[in-house]
């Protein structure tokens, strides 16, 4: 274990992770240009133990992106391009008949630390369910015994917004597994503009790893040690009990432009997201503006919009500001 964990208190151990993560977006930025936002939010969901589900179009670097933040956090790394003819046991593994006759267990590609799972809508909802099990304990099943895979686990799931022909839309179930629904957009003119120069000539960049396997599963242990305030806690369950049409306390927004409100998940992911983004910030304990902070990638995938809301072209987080707004 390295000396940057050797640490006497947890103050000091959250001062450390705010040092690594400021050198984490050091090593990231001489490959990837700008998108610091979804950096951010990535790098909260894993310390987090938590997965992503991110949402760009083709040519915006998703890709690249992952592979540089595995290689700087020293992460074993698979990915799984997701196709209509892709099966279950292309993911988890399948058994073999080895020389002596005998079943072997042959592992798939989820069996590592850091794995994405391409265009994950791209295929039906019997093999986009065998990350269920992974996603959720942390183990796999297959012919009937139970595999544990390797910590940290991490799951980045990326989706793409247009060509919607031959796609199958993730389960709700699967949705809410998700901590983090992340929105990549377009760079800005100049982040353009620095990323053609950069991948138009010759250059030879090498990725530093600033932290490894056991430094990870050490800092998301420290973030569920975090203590929260009970007024941060109240604010957040607040926040998603705001979402939730059809009740007594609910309000018009609520009820005029939701059909489902979100899961108590919510909540948790909420105060979890919150520590780590209050930590990687040099913060011990988390306050309501941190919850603010990650309400929108956290809320986004469980809020579902009923027909008037589609109608008057409003957004889910459009609908999250209002429910932010309601609570000040």
């Not at 690594?20 to 990837?32: G, T």
């Amino acid at each position: 274990m390295k000396d940057i964990i050797t640490v006497k208190n947890d103050i000091e151990a959250v001062e450390n992770l705010r040092k690594a993560y400021v050198k984490l977006n050091e090593e990231i930025a001489k490959v990837i240009v700008g998108q610091k936002k979804v950096i951010e939010e990535v790098i909260i969901s894993l310390f987090s133990k938590g997965h992503c589900l991110l949402i760009g179009v083709p040519g915006l670097a998703k890709t690249l992106l992952i592979t540089t933040i595995a290689k700087a956090l020293g992460l074993k790394y698979n990915r799984i391009q997701f196709t209509p003819d892709l099966m279950p046991s292309d993911i988890i593994g399948s058994e073999i008949l080895d020389e002596e006759r005998k079943f072997k267990f042959i592992k798939g590609p989820i069996f590592c630390n850091f794995l994405l799972a391409d265009e994950i809508n791209r295929t039906p909802p019997k093999t986009q369910s065998a990350l269920l099990e992974a996603m959720q304990e942390k183990t796999v099943t297959a012919a009937g015994k139970q595999f544990k895979l390797e910590e940290p686990f991490f799951v980045l799931a990326t989706q793409n917004p247009i060509e919607q022909e031959g796609t199958y839309p993730l389960p709700e179930a699967q949705l809410d597994r998700f901590m983090f629904n992340i929105l990549l957009d377009y760079p800005s003119i100049d982040e353009e503009i620095t990323i053609v120069e950069q991948t138009t000539s010759a250059r030879n960049v090498t990725i530093e790893q600033v932290l490894d396997a056991e430094e990870i599963i050490f800092y998301q242990n420290l973030i569920y040690r975090i203590p929260v305030n009970r007024n941060v806690i109240s604010y957040a369950v607040n926040l998603v009990y705001s979402t939730r049409p059809g009740r007594k306390e609910s309000n018009s927004i609520a009820n005029k432009y939701v059909t489902w409100g979100c899961s108590p998940r919510a909540s948790q992911f909420l105060i979890i997201a919150a520590k780590t983004y209050a930590a990687l910030h040099g913060k011990y304990s988390p306050d309501i503006e941190d919850v603010k902070a990650v309400a929108h990638p956290v809320m986004r995938h469980r809020l579902i919009k009923n027909y008037q809301a589609e109608a008057e072209g409003i957004t889910n987080d459009m609908l999250i500001d209002e429910f932010i707004k309601l609570l000040e």
